[in-house]
């Protein structure tokens, strides 16, 4: 495995009706590196988002769709998705507050 750093795991937020839902619950969905797992992602939320404390980690892997372009076919890159559970007490993450 690569050496990720936990600055590398986080790659973007996912904004959709469902994970809007879940932040009620203070649910929180990610894009991650496909190499990283549920520890390093774990810290790395913990490390970026001071205040925060994790709770519970799921991970799903979403493979690439198949394309097609003309008589060719081809498949867009796999991705790696993370639904981080943070404590009661924990901080809300500050880059959801405005949606």
Not at 52 to 61: F, L, R, S
Not at 71 to 92: H, N, P, R, W, Y
Request: proline share 2%; glycine share 6%; no cysteine.
């Amino acid at each position: 495995m690569a050496n990720v750093q936990y600055y590398d795991v986080i790659l973007k937020p996912v904004i959709t009706e469902k994970s809007m839902e879940d932040m009620s619950a203070k649910k929180y969905t990610f894009l991650v590196h496909p190499e990283a797992n549920k520890t390093q992602i774990k810290e790395a939320v913990e490390k970026m988002f001071e205040g925060t404390k994790v709770a519970n980690v799921n991970t799903m892997n979403l493979e690439g769709k198949t394309r097609r372009r003309g008589m060719t076919f081809g498949k867009t890159a796999a991705k790696k998705k993370a639904i981080v559970q943070l404590t009661e007490d924990s901080a809300d993450i500050e880059i959801f507050a405005g949606l």
